[in-house]
């Protein structure tokens, strides 16, 4: 069975700090997706890396794609209180089916 | 991105009841359509993939003569909980992608089902 590791499950920070969400896996992903998902609303995707080594920015968060494909970080910088909710990796295999890690609740207080 | 409109964004049901949600892609063509079950503070469970035209396929634990999926056209798929339960009550969440070579699937609004 495909487990995808997310850590942290929460995170309560300052505006302004820094912060890195991490989904790891012992299972080779062929893609890798992160979502961001408000409470009552359906995921909203944010970026897929494909590529072994792959970073991509977006605004203040930068993702990256570990060489193995087997893990990725979300990295934000300057965190801010529109930031505030629950960030989900998901990881595609060879197959068609994505499965996602637990979840990152992530809370940035002014 | 791609557009996915869920339907109804909530429902409340009796117990008894079967209830229907609708996923519709609505400027792509759809090849499949995932469904999920998400649970208060956690993250999504796949239910089932759903491809145009063919039988879902289910997870391990999920029941198919309760969790009803079709997938009739390239633009939308249903799920009909049957004899829904209180335990059934949870948010759905469909997702949907133009094919096996396209890794990016765009998610609903989701449906809060709520069974009384």
């Known amino acids: 069975t495909q487990l995808l590791e997310q850590s942290p499950q929460f995170l309560s920070i300052q505006e302004g700090e820094n912060l890195t969400v991490y989904c790891n896996s012992s299972s080779v992903f062929s893609s890798l997706q992160w979502y961001r998902q408000e409470p009552g609303e359906g995921p909203v995707l944010l970026v897929t890396v494909v590529t072994g080594g792959e970073v991509k920015k977006l605004k203040r968060l930068t993702f990256q794609f570990g060489d193995a494909r087997k893990d990725s970080s979300l990295h934000i910088t300057a965190a801010q209180p529109g930031d505030t909710g629950l960030y989900l990796c998901a990881g595609r295999s060879g197959g068609f089916k994505t499965i996602f890690g637990a979840g990152t609740r992530l809370f940035v207080k002014a | 991105g791609a557009v996915v409109s869920q339907h109804p964004s909530r429902v409340i049901c009796k117990s008894g009841t079967s209830v229907k949600i609708e996923c519709r892609s609505l400027?792509?063509?759809?090849?499949?359509m995932f469904w999920y079950r998400q649970f208060p503070k956690q993250s999504l469970m796949l239910m089932a993939t759903?491809?145009?035209?063919?039988?879902?396929?289910?997870e391990q634990g999920v029941e198919k003569d309760k969790f009803l999926i079709n997938h009739a056209s390239l633009t939308l798929s249903t799920l009909t909980v049957t004899s829904a339960h209180p335990e059934d009550s949870s948010f759905y969440i469909c997702?949907?992608?133009?094919?096996?070579?396209?890794?990016?699937?765009?998610f609903g609004q989701g449906t809060r089902l709520t069974v009384v």
């Open positions: 997702s949907a992608s133009q094919g096996q070579g396209v890794t990016e699937a765009f």
């Open positions: 400027d792509f063509q759809a090849t499949t």
């Open positions: 759903s491809n145009e035209g063919s039988k879902a396929t289910y």
